[in-house]
C-alpha cells in the first residue's frame, strides 16, 4: 500500500527520522536511563521498537496504558508517573506478572495502592510545575508513611514540566538544576535506587535523573521543533486532502480539529499560511505567492502537539522514503 | 449504576437538560425543519433521541458519520455538509438503501460523486465564511454541470459559521440576513426544494432557510452558552476525579488535553479558576476563598467545545438528577 491508497486524515511516521530520533536518544540515554513515555503516542507497536532500541522500563499515565502495555507483553517495568485512585485495574495486572511502580504524593494515593494491589511506589515530589507532587520538605515522611503500609518505595520523581518548552539553553540549565536540587534533597529523605524526571526538553540538560521520562523524542512536533539545541526531527505528520479551493486565494484540508491537539496552537503547513481551523477543515493560504493546490493534492501538516493529536486518532501509517506503507499500527492505548 | 462508579475522566450527559434543549428546540424548528448536524456529537444513541423528536433528516460532517447512522438505521435523509473525493464508501451505503446527499462546490467533487456512486447533491454556496462553497454567482453554471452528469440537485446549502458566536443578538440577525440573501440568490439560480444552512447561534436569527443544520444545541458548551440569547442549557460535563491538592492552593484533576477539545480555549470548573491543562490534568484555584475539594471527590468540568471533546471520548453516559446513569452510549462515529 502506498501513501495515496490511505483514507485522510491518517497519521504517518516517516520511519527514517522516527528511527533516527531512537538512535540518537538511545546513544545518549542508553537502556534503563531512558523510560520512554507511553502517553506521546499510546502506541504499543511503537513502543515495540522503543524496546527494541534496548529500553525495556516505560513511563504511562493512565490505568489504560499500564493495561495495554502489559496485555503486549511490555510489562517488564512499568512507572504510572501519575496519582490515580482507583488501582483495581493495576492489581490484576501486577497479578498477571507486570511490573507496576505508582506515583505517590498523599496518604490517599498510598493508601489506593495498598487496597488495589500495588506494592511498588515512588515519591512524587513537586519540583516546580504546579500540579501533583509532595512538598521536597514532606517526602521523607511520605516514604516512611507508605513502607508502614508494607509499600517498597523505589526512590522519586520529579517532572520540571514548566521548563520543557524553554528556548534559552542556559536558562533551561540553570533552572533544571534548582529543580533537580529539589529531588535530590527529598531524595536524600526518601532513599531508593530510582531518581526519575525529565523530558524531551532536558534531554541533555538534566543530569540528575537516573532514568529520563522523555516521550515527544520518537515523533516530535513544531512546539519541541522550535527549540533550537533539541536535535530530534519532525517524524509525525497528518495526512489530508486539499477538497476545495477559492479563487479568492485559499485551500481547504479535511483535517481540522479532530485531527488535532489545538492547546499548542494551529498545525503548520509548510510554505503556507494557516487561517484556523474547524472540525474537518483547515484553512490556508500560500506564501510568496505560491499557487495553491489543486482539488484532489495531497497536503501533510504538522501538529503542533504529538500527545493529544495522536489520541484523536485510531491508527498511525509507517511510511518510508518512497511513500510506502510499511506498517499500520493502531493507536491502542487511548481511552481511560 | 452511579454517577460515583464510573471511571474518570467521564462524559456525562444530564438527561433532563439535553431533554429540555431537544424540546425547545424542536418546537421552533419542527421536524424536517431542524436537520440535526451529527458531527457535534458523534452518537448514533443520541441521534435516535433527536429522531424520536420527529427529526429525521440529518447533517453529517464524514464519510465514517454517513456510514455509520445509515447502520443504525437513521439514513433516512443523510446530508453530508461537506466535500468528500472518495465517495465509493458512501456509494455503497446508497445502494444498501439509505438516502445520501452530498455537498458540491466544485466539478471534481461532482464527479467524485458519479463514480462514487452517489445521486444526490445540494450546490455549496460561499456565503462569507472563508472555507468550502462555490461564489454565488457560480451556483447556477455547478448545478447544471451536476445535472449534466445526471445528478440530482436537490437545492443549495451554506453555512454562515463566522456568524454562530458574535454575542450582538441585532449585529449578528443583520449579517445572517446579509449572507442568506446570497444564498437565496444562488438558489434562484439552482433550483429544488432545499435551503439548508445555519446552527445552533443563528437558530432563530436565520428565517431564510428551509432546514437547520444545528448540532451545539443538544448538549451545549461554554462558548456556545456565552450568547445571551441561545436558550439551550449545559447538558454535557466531563465528570472527574481529583488526584492531588496543594497546600500552595491548588487542586489536580484526572482530565486534561486529551479530555477536552482546547480550540475555544480552557474548560471551566464551576467556582473555580482554572490555571491549566496538560495531558491527563487540569489545575485550579478556587475564588472567593472557598476550600479546595479534597483528594478522590468528583469535579464537573464544561467544555468549551462540544465537538471535539466529544470525539476524544468513547462513551457518554446519560443520567439523571439523582446521578444514576440511565444509559451509556458509544460515541460510536468517530475516526474517518
Not at 512538598?135 to 517532572?159: E, N, Q, T
Not at 497528518?238 to 496552537?265: E, R
Amino acid at each position: 500500500m502506498d501513501l495515496s491508497d490511505l483514507t485522510t486524515p491518517a497519521l504517518v511516521v516517516d520511519e527514517a527520522a522516527f528511527e533516527r530520533n531512537l538512535s540518537i536518544m538511545s546513544s545518549h540515554r542508553p537502556g534503563a536511563r531512558l523510560r520512554p513515555h507511553v502517553k506521546a503516542h499510546k502506541t504499543t507497536e511503537l513502543a515495540r521498537r522503543q524496546h527494541a532500541h534496548d529500553h525495556h522500563s516505560f513511563t504511562v499515565a493512565t490505568v489504560r496504558e499500564v493495561v495495554g502495555m502489559a496485555q503486549a507483553g511490555l510489562g517488564e517495568d512499568l512507572l504510572l508517573a501519575n496519582e490515580v485512585l482507583d488501582m483495581r485495574r493495576l492489581g490484576a495486572v501486577v497479578q498477571g506478572g507486570a511490573r507496576v511502580t505508582v506515583a505517590v504524593d498523599s496518604e490517599p494515593i498510598a493508601r489506593a495502592a495498598v487496597t488495589g494491589g500495588v506494592r511498588e511506589v515512588l515519591i512524587d515530589v513537586n519540583v516546580g510545575l504546579p500540579r501533583c507532587g509532595v512538598a521536597p520538605d514532606r517526602a521523607g515522611a511520605l516514604a516512611d508513611l507508605c513502607r508502614s503500609f508494607g509499600l517498597d518505595v523505589r526512590g522519586v520523581m520529579g517532572y520540571e514540566g514548566h521548563l520543557m518548552l524553554l528556548d534559552d539553553p542556559a536558562d533551561r540549565l540553570a533552572q533544571t538544576e534548582q529543580c533537580m536540587q529539589l529531588l535530590l534533597r527529598a531524595h536524600d529523605d526518601v532513599g531508593g535506587d530510582v531518581i526519575s524526571g525529565g523530558g524531551t526538553g532536558t534531554w541533555t540538560d538534566n543530569t540528575w535523573v537516573t532514568e529520563l521520562q522523555a516521550g515527544s523524542y520518537a515523533l516530535m512536533d513544531t512546539a519541541y521543533g522550535a527549540i533550537t539545541d533539541v536535535p530530534f526531527e519532525q517524524a509525525l505528520t497528518v495526512l489530508t486532502t486539499v477538497v476545495s479551493v477559492s479563487d479568492a486565494g485559499w485551500a481547504v484540508v479535511d483535517a481540522g480539529l479532530k485531527a488535532f491537539g489545538m492547546d499548542h496552537g494551529k498545525p503548520t503547513v509548510l510554505g503556507a499560511d494557516v487561517w484556523f481551523c474547524s472540525d474537518e477543515h483547515t484553512v490556508f493560504s500560500m506564501q510568496d505567492d505560491a499557487p495553491l493546490p489543486a482539488v484532489g493534492e495531497r497536503v501533510r501538516m504538522v501538529p503542533a502537539h504529538v500527545d493529544p493529536t495522536c489520541a484523536l486518532h485510531e491508527r498511525m501509517h509507517l511510511v518510508n522514503s518512497h511513500e510506502v506503507v510499511l506498517e499500520t499500527w493502531p493507536v491502542d492505548l487511548r481511552g481511560w
